[in-house]
């Protein structure tokens, strides 16, 4: 269990040092499993909403999407070195400009988010936000992304060549 | 299962499971030769792997400390996860996604087809494409390659088909689906493929060819090999007449266990085979074992890589059926005009949804990027592998500073990119924009591999010892019972997978050690 946990560990910092992506595979958010819920307030929250959706702006979205996100990203709160960066960082969004992060116009939103582009808690927000997003099988399902595939016998009589705009391929020697 | 003992000194220890590790064993095996073999991770049921992206990295990747130093992407996103191996029985061939294709005749004289070129260590191989030839054969039968030797091809996706048209229209005619170690039908006690699309997470019903599925079986079948899973190989022994005894490991428990040997075959990728060596460094290896050269850990390659992307009208639904259905050869040769050496492969690939997010545009964000990939359904795929100049400064190293689990300073992995990589991503760019142009894309992007799956050099093969590490036959040029039997004795990386020639070279190697045996010189 310990080793498991330090694994855990190492691979947290990994992403947070990373923001990263391997080639051919993802990362999951490997997070620790005590996610309390009041460790933000009700204004946090719906910042931190605001955040994911002005990263990852999609119109087919709603908003269970995006608290789906927003609940992951809370179950980083219960590292303590996370948990002080994404309160200064939403503090930093909502603090500065007398306005709440999400009153401000969309135009405002983005130009200020450049600025941030390289802050840890952004790095540490876009990568986790990305990762649950783009992870959620709600999301696969509106963008055709079909996931696991074997216990419905894989694709090959459900359409891995049912492309019919252009012809069918011939047979070349190649190498 | 066959045991044993520790201190019987009349074993060969091969430290690896994967595509060399396993071909030499099997080779062995049937030759009557007892082989022990030490494998660093656990020994998985394929029913136990996950059709889930995130979850398959977390179950088969090689998760233990290194760093990345240099200009290449992965020191910038990935620094302390530079590579994609697998740490699992069976290697990286769990990972794979089956492109078996052979060097080309003068990818094995790249300093004399090439000529000099500056900031790069190209030499020559020490062996020709006619001597590996018939070792290529075997490799192919062995593995069931597709369109090969008789065999089936598989059959071909909407990603290819997309791929395939647009080439033709642009005008390649060297576009092929042969060349894949995947089952179309049933074949050799694996079934044909289901057309499932996660052959890069573990192929689940073994219609990809592995070495867990496969080689390992049929050696164990022979009664000669015992697989110590869990095993992680720390250190080689040697005496003072320069043979090398015996390795010290850690098994399943963590206890150090020395097993005696009569010769040792070191096949754990291209970081952890050179990083073995050197912390085997003794008084009178002190620069590591076999290092009289100081070229232990140079020259290592990945293949030079880019990702393209493009949007269609229509759906593509890449994901559906294998990973890397084929590929266009056209580019594959050395045109010296394009203003780098050495060629490239133009691979259909798909990825999911998960990683192709991270992948796309790494550190990516914003109403442009979430646009493009709520295209998914519509878009299609393609992977650049390229020949990926030497250099001696690129480099696995150890830090002293930095230990692992083992209590062994972790390695860093330095690459400069040599400036052709660039020339060459740029090259694949314009032509793969313009093969998605011709058959209607709307939208072209460049996506970028962070991590190198493909390794190679590090313990490079050299005709003149003091340019190499390992002769033809991956023996090192000082110690005559150790092998490299890895991607770590390629002198060049080539333009294809280098799985296949690993399986070759491995299986001369052990046809070489058998005879070797049989005649009382090992």
């Given at each position: ?19 990263l ?29 605001a ?67 390289s ?57 | ?140 039968k062995?593995?069931?390659v ?6 089936p ?7 290819y ?55 390992i ?18 250190q ?19 206890r ?38 100081g ?32 590929a266009?050869f ?12 050495g ?29 493009f990939?709520a295209?998914y ?6 992977l ?49 924009q ?6 209607g ?7 970028t591999t ?6 190679m ?7 003149r ?35 296949l ?14 005879a ?7």
């Amino acid at each position: 269990m310990r080793s498991m946990h330090k694994r855990r560990r190492l691979l947290l910092k990994l992403m947070l040092a990373a923001g990263l992506l391997a080639a051919g595979a993802a990362v999951s958010p490997a997070v620790p499993a005590a996610a309390p819920a009041a460790a933000l307030t009700r204004d946090q929250l719906r910042t931190l909403a605001a955040l994911v959706a002005d990263l990852f702006p999609h119109a087919a979205l709603d908003q269970s999407h995006y608290q789906n996100v927003v609940a992951a990203l809370t179950r980083l709160l219960g590292d303590a070195g996370q948990r002080r960066l994404i309160i200064a960082g939403l503090a930093q969004l909502d603090g500065a400009a007398g306005r709440r992060w999400r009153e401000r116009a969309p135009a405002q939103r983005l130009a200020r988010l450049k600025q941030l582009e390289s802050a840890a808690f952004f790095q540490l927000l876009r990568y986790h936000s990305m990762q649950a997003l783009y992870s959620d099988p709600a999301v696969w399902a509106l963008y055709g992304y079909q996931g696991e595939s074997l216990s419905k016998g894989g694709y090959l009589q459900r359409g891995f060549n049912d492309l019919d705009w252009l012809p069918e391929p011939g047979v070349e020697a190649g190498q | 299962m066959k045991r044993f003992a520790l201190d019987d000194d009349s074993v060969v220890v091969i430290v690896g499971s994967g595509a060399g590790g396993a071909s030499v064993a099997r080779t062995l095996c049937r030759r009557g030769i007892d082989v022990v073999m030490l494998e660093a991770g656990p020994r998985l049921s394929p029913a136990q792997f996950h059709q889930d992206e995130n979850a398959a990295f977390q179950q088969l990747t090689w998760l233990d400390r290194r760093r990345a130093s240099g200009n290449w992407a992965a020191a910038r996103f990935a620094p302390q996860l530079p590579l994609l191996t697998v740490k699992a029985v069976g290697g990286s061939t769990l990972h794979w996604n089956g492109l078996s294709y052979r060097l080309q005749e003068h990818e094995f004289r790249p300093l004399s087809h090439y000529g000099r070129v500056a900031g790069a260590s190209l030499i020559d191989w020490p062996l020709s494409a006619a001597e590996l030839a018939p070792y290529y054969d075997r490799a192919e039968k062995q593995m069931g390659v597709s369109g090969r030797h008789g065999l089936p091809l598989t059959a071909t996706n909407n990603n290819y088909k997309v791929l395939y048209n647009g080439a033709r229209r642009v005008g390649y005619r060297r576009i092929s689906n042969a060349g894949i170690a995947i089952n179309a039908g049933p074949r050799d006690g694996r079934p044909g493929c289901l057309q499932m699309g996660f052959c890069n997470q573990g192929c689940k019903i073994s219609a990809k060819w592995s070495t867990l599925v496969a080689s390992i079986p049929e050696a164990e079948a022979t009664g000669k090999l015992e697989l110590r899973d869990q095993c992680m190989a720390l250190q080689l022994e040697h005496n003072d007449r320069d043979r090398v005894t015996g390795v010290i490991y850690a098994d399943r428990h963590g206890r150090r266990q020395r097993q005696r040997a009569r010769l040792v075959c070191v096949a754990g990728n291209a970081v952890e085979t050179p990083r073995l060596l050197f912390n085997s460094a003794s008084s009178r290896h002190p620069h590591g074992l076999g290092n009289d050269s100081g070229e232990l850990g140079r020259n290592y390659m990945r293949h030079t890589m880019a990702l393209g992307f493009a949007s269609f009208d229509k759906p593509v639904n890449m994901h559906r059926g294998i990973t890397t259905p084929g590929a266009v050869f056209d580019e594959a040769g050395h045109d010296g005009g394009r203003g780098f050496a050495g060629g490239y492969l133009i691979q259909a690939a798909s990825l999911g949804l998960p990683t192709l997010a991270g992948l796309l545009q790494p550190g990516g964000w914003g109403a442009d990027y979430a646009a493009f990939l709520a295209r998914y359904k519509y878009l299609a795929g393609a992977l650049m592998n390229g020949e990926e100049m030497p250099r001696r400064e690129n480099r696995v190293s150890l830090l002293d500073a930095h230990k692992d689990q083992y209590g062994l300073p972790i390695p860093n992995v330095h690459v400069d990119e040599h400036p052709m990589s660039e020339s060459m991503r740029g090259h694949f760019h314009r032509r793969v924009q313009a093969i998605y142009q011709a058959v209607g894309a709307s939208e072209y992007r460049a996506g970028t591999t962070v991590a190198a799956a493909h390794n190679m050099g590090t313990c490079r093969m050299s005709a003149r010892p003091e340019q190499g590490v390992v002769d033809s036959y991956g023996c090192s040029h000082r110690i005559g019972n150790l092998f490299v039997s890895d991607g770590s004795q390629f002198p060049s990386s080539g333009a294809e997978n280098p799985t296949l020639t690993i399986v070759a070279l491995a299986m001369r190697q052990a046809d070489h050690i058998a005879a070797k045996m049989i005649r009382r010189e090992l």
